[in-house]
């Protein structure tokens, strides 16, 4: 049987040719995608590695019949800085974006954010990455980090690509002009960055660039922006520059 399902677990849940499930896990393979004893499924650490698995009869743990590296992550990098959105339109990004090939996550609060919480729903987020991360065949699972005020983020990123609306420069010749093993793209609120904010970034080093003259949602932008990097021409082709 070819395996169709792939669940990330923890790496330590995978020792002396076995794999052990967590509780949650069995269960949801046993009553909700029925699954049963001698089927084969994909277990990923989270470092790259996939594990082909028999599931034993309880379905509390598998036999490990074949190791392997994914094949599906990126050679570039890809961290979003993404100003905190209303919430279905950030679970928008991180599922869309984990899909895509985005490595890391930082929520950042800026002017014009209407969203202003600082805690987030870190258990959703995290479920969210890991089902999209599954769903699209990924080996690795994207980072969530805490979240951060735009001045602390764009002191600590630069360089960087700030998307703005009004950019004199397009997004593909910024990432031209500075071709890195990771880029590390800000996405605006509703409302986009205020011009103090584009200022700021500026006097640090980081290139403000446009997507075109079609005014995007942020979540569009960041997803759009994302696939042009990781999916694009020359996507395949990172730099050992960082």
């Given amino acids: ?3 169709q399902y792939r669940f990330f677990v923890r790496p330590e849940c995978i020792r002396g040719g076995q794999v052990e499930f967590p509780h949650a896990l069995s269960g949801q393979m046993a009553r909700v995608l029925r699954l049963s004893e001698g089927d084969e499924v994909t277990v990923l650490d989270g470092t ?3 594990y082909g698995v028999i599931l034993s009869p309880s379905l509390a743990t598998g036999l490990v019949t074949c190791r392997r590296q994914n094949e599906a992550e990126a050679p570039i990098g890809v961290h979003l800085f993404v100003a ?3 919430s279905r ?3 928008i990004v991180l599922q869309k974006c984990t899909e895509v090939g985005v490595s890391a996550f930082t929520p950042i609060r800026s002017a014009r954010c209407i969203s202003t919480s600082d805690r987030l729903p870190r258990e959703r987020y995290e479920t969210i990455v890991r089902e999209a991360a599954e769903q699209s065949g990924r080996g690795c699972l994207p980072v969530i ?7 602390r983020a764009v002191e600590a990123a630069s360089p960087a690509v700030m998307l703005t609306g009004n950019a004199p420069i397009r997004f593909d010749e910024a990432l031209r002009a500075s071709p890195r093993a990771e880029v590390r793209l800000f996405i605006g609120p509703e409302g986009g960055f205020a011009d103090e904010e584009i ?3 500026a006097r640090v080093g980081m290139v403000a660039a446009s997507l ?8 569009t932008a960041a997803i759009a922006a ?5 999916l694009g021409p020359g996507a395949g082709e990172a730099s050992d520059e960082r």
Avoid: F, N, W, Y
């Fill in 48 to 50: 790259g590695m996939e």
């Fill in 84 to 86: 905190l959105l209303k």
């Fill in 199 to 201: 200022t700021q970034a």
């Fill in 226 to 230: 994302s696939a042009l990097v990781l």
């Fill in 89 to 91: 339109r950030m679970e």
């Fill in 1 to 3: 049987m070819k395996a």
């Fill in 145 to 151: 980090h805490d979240t951060i005020d735009l001045t």
């Fill in 212 to 219: 075109g003259p079609r005014t995007l949602r942020a979540e």
